[in-house]
């Protein structure tokens, strides 16, 4: 057995809902217990040090440890891609996004994109995401071929496109040709290892009725498996979709008609959509995944995360960084601009909130709360270490932080947390990610090659 000392931060409960003393787990000195993949016990290291004497232990001393980061919405084909000059979603999706996304056809440099995105998201401290691939069966294979070597919980699918005129010739599939790769690919990779598979058409306007009804179809016949998709992201593709689907009442109607929504849907943005879907979104459980990031690249939008996470209508929902319309793998920035967006709607996104987003908050909006998002025994060793310190900036503003000195030692000591945690969430990026564990291995940073 293995052991991590050091402060350790999770949730117990959603500080959306909740006072955040109440929802926030804090120990300042902890110990968390490994035994081969998953948390073995966790808690103070005064209780437990005795119980677990054997275990070899890791201390991070000055560090604060997380469970992994959770992206509910990235683009592993568009990791080359990144900070693409100039355009809206649909001029940018032709200029820039399918002529790099052809060249997915080829597995061995699928693979070769998929190793480096893997490694991009554990510098990142990002122990799970939901991510897209392309049209080619092959690059869904060289996906979780690389997960695979990592041992990491990743949810993807093939991601469909077949209406004409939506994509080059050669990028698109066809509803009969998406559905048998869909079932060759689920019956290859669902469920294998820590591999989770969601049937992803691309988005409704990419999509046509056939190719939708596809969906549906896989849906009812692996009812276990996730559904992940774009919605309501750009004006001008909401005003297309409507003309597209005339007897859908909205953007989220097609994809219920579809009969695709429901626990396990994610529905990537959902900028432009009115009250009424935020209640549908709310009461058929499914989620969203804010993505504020690419929404400022883009030009997209402000993602209202107040009615998502309002008490009327509360939605599941995580961050993605929707790479490579988002322009950066850490989540921290992701946070950052996501305080920007609530800001500008008159919000304010507290390091809490944001942080769980990130961690609990992800794993709930993808169902895998179960397994990951907290430091529950029982659960996989998921974790990132993070140091407060990791720039001149942030540890000048650590030192410095301004704390009534009124308060009791532990409420000082939150409310250093409190002020860190808010530093790492607007100046953090991966230079504040010192280590990350994926299934109880150290894989970031890599050991040394022995000589
Ligand atoms: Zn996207």
């Known amino acids: ?104 056809r080829d597995k061995a440099y699928a693979r070769s994109v998929a190793d480096l995105f893997l490694d991009l998201l554990l510098q990142n401290g990002t122990t799970t995401a939901q991510v897209f691939t ?38 698109l599939d066809t509803a009969d040709s998406f559905y048998a790769d869909s079932k060759d690919l689920i019956a290859r990779w669902h469920m294998k290892g820590r591999n989770k598979y969601a049937i992803t058409p691309r988005f409704a306007l990419g999509s046509t009725r056939e190719q939708l009804d596809r969906c549906g179809q896989l849906k009812r016949e692996h009812p276990d498996a996730w559904v992940n998709t774009h919605m309501s992201e750009n004006q001008k593709e909401v005003a297309e979709v409507a003309e597209l689907f005339p007897e859908a009442k909205d953007y989220l109607n097609v994809y219920e008609r ?52 309002s008490v009327e209508t509360p939605v599941r929902v995580g961050v993605g960084t929707d790479m490579g319309a988002g322009d950066s793998f850490s989540l921290f920035t992701v946070l950052n601009n996501g305080y920007k967006v609530a800001k500008l709607q008159g919000q304010k996104l507290s ?12 794993a709930k909006a993808l169902m895998l709360d179960n ?41 000082q000591s939150f409310e250093q947390l409190r002020h860190d945690a808010f530093g790492m969430m607007m100046l953090g990026d991966e230079r504040s990610v010192d280590a990350t564990y994926v299934s109880g291995e150290l894989l970031h940073p890599k050991a040394p090659a022995s000589c």
Not at 277 to 304: D, E, Q, V
Not at 351 to 362: E, H, I, N, P, V
């Open 1 to 104: 057995m293995k052991a991590i000392r050091g402060a350790f931060l999770d949730f117990l409960d959603d500080p959306f809902y909740r006072d955040e003393r109440e929802a926030v787990r804090y120990l300042p000195d902890g110990l968390l217990v490994i035994d081969g993949e998953r948390i073995a016990d966790f808690g103070p290291y005064g209780a437990l040090a005795e119980r677990h004497a054997k275990a070899h232990i890791t201390a991070y001393p000055g560090r604060l440890i997380l469970p992994g980061f959770i992206d509910t919405h990235v683009h592993y084909p568009q990791t080359e891609m990144i900070a693409a000059f100039g355009e809206h979603l649909l001029e940018w999706l032709a200029k820039y996004t399918f002529p790099t996304e052809l060249k997915f």
């Open 134 to 171: 392309t049209t080619f069966a092959q690059s869904v294979d060289a996906f979780f071929e690389a997960c695979g070597a990592r041992n990491i919980c990743m949810v993807a699918g093939l991601t469909g496109i077949d209406r004409p005129g939506a994509a080059p010739p050669d990028y």
């Open 258 to 309: 579809a009969g695709i929504v429901g626990p396990k849907f994610t529905a990537g943005h959902a900028i432009h959509i009115n009250d009424d879907a935020f209640r549908r979104l709310s009461s058929s459980k499914s989620a969203i995944s804010f993505c504020p990031t690419s929404n400022l690249y883009l030009g997209s939008g402000l993602f209202m995360i107040h009615k998502a996470k």
């Open 351 to 362: 390091a809490f909130k944001g942080l769980y987003l990130a961690t609990m908050g992800g």
């Open 371 to 411: 397994e990951i998002g907290s430091f529950d025994p029982g659960k996989y060793a998921d974790i990132v270490v993070l140091n407060p310190h990791s720039t001149l900036h942030l540890s000048f503003r650590a030192e410095n932080a301004i704390i009534d000195s009124t308060l009791s030692t532990a409420n």
